[in-house]
């Protein structure tokens, strides 16, 4: 079993729609977390990052993360097609290994 | 400013041929890493890199070979190429290692796609 999980998707949601993307993990000694936008054969990208448990908000886009349920969302409002993309999370227990999630392709159609 | 740099980004291996894949930052970034990524397998790290002349083994290190003599560069070397290690190849640096206090931002290559027939 890998130690972050991911539906793998495909997710595919409306223009304007609110999308959902949440990864679970076994390793409580993860305290850094990550969401990294990767757009078809491009390397993935930063989109969020987050210390340790709550919530963070950029523009459209709010990662929480709930420690005590190993348990990590990002929300993504009014959706548009250029988000349409494959969305990895990301964690780190602060060492020099940051482990990714298998990533959820979200497809975002006019 | 080029970022970080990966070649070649198509390549067709025997099985049993070596070869190396090259990568070069030139955000004079301390941490460099590499990692491979499969079809429902997401990104799995190979070996990654805190600074010149030190490297260390990731999830998969097996069947790869790694050095850093230089800060820019980061090349991993395939020895005995097998079908298994069919796979896109993403390079990835970073100011500093993702270790306590630092966000952790990588910033990855376009990939090498590696064929092993």
């Known amino acids: 079993q890998k130690e972050v999980e991911q539906d793998p998707g495909p997710l595919s949601v409306p223009e304007g729609a609110i999308v959902s993307l949440n990864c679970t993990y076994s390793n409580s000694a993860f305290q850094y977390f990550m969401w990294y936008r990767q757009y078809s054969r491009k390397g993935p990208e930063l989109l969020m990052y987050?210390?340790?448990?709550g919530n963070k908000e950029d523009g459209r886009f709010t990662a929480q993360v709930d420690k005590s349920s190993k348990y990590i969302s990002l929300f993504i409002r009014d959706s548009q097609p250029s988000d349409s993309a494959t969305y990895l999370c990301?964690?780190?227990?602060?060492?020099?290994?940051?482990?990714f999630g298998t990533g959820t392709r979200l497809q975002v159609f006019p | 400013n080029a970022g970080v740099t990966q070649t070649p980004k198509f390549q067709v291996l025997k099985t049993g041929q070596s070869m190396t894949l090259q990568c070069a930052q030139d955000m004079n970034h301390e941490y460099m890493s590499w990692y491979r990524q499969d079809p429902g397998m997401g990104l799995r790290l190979i070996h990654y890199?805190?600074?010149?002349?030190?490297?260390d083994q990731g999830e998969v290190p097996n069947g790869y070979n790694v050095s850093r003599s230089t800060t820019e560069d980061f090349p991993l070397r395939l020895l005995s190429a097998a079908p298994s290690q069919t796979s896109v190849y993403f390079c990835?640096?970073?100011?500093?290692?993702?270790?306590?206090?630092?966000?952790?931002?990588?910033?990855f290559g376009e990939g090498s796609r590696l064929t092993v027939l």
């Open positions: 990835a640096s970073s100011l500093n290692p993702p270790r306590h206090g630092n966000t952790g931002e990588l910033f």
């Open positions: 890199s805190v600074g010149a002349g030190i490297t």
């Open positions: 987050t210390y340790s448990s």
């Open positions: 990301a964690m780190s227990a602060g060492t020099d290994k940051l482990i």
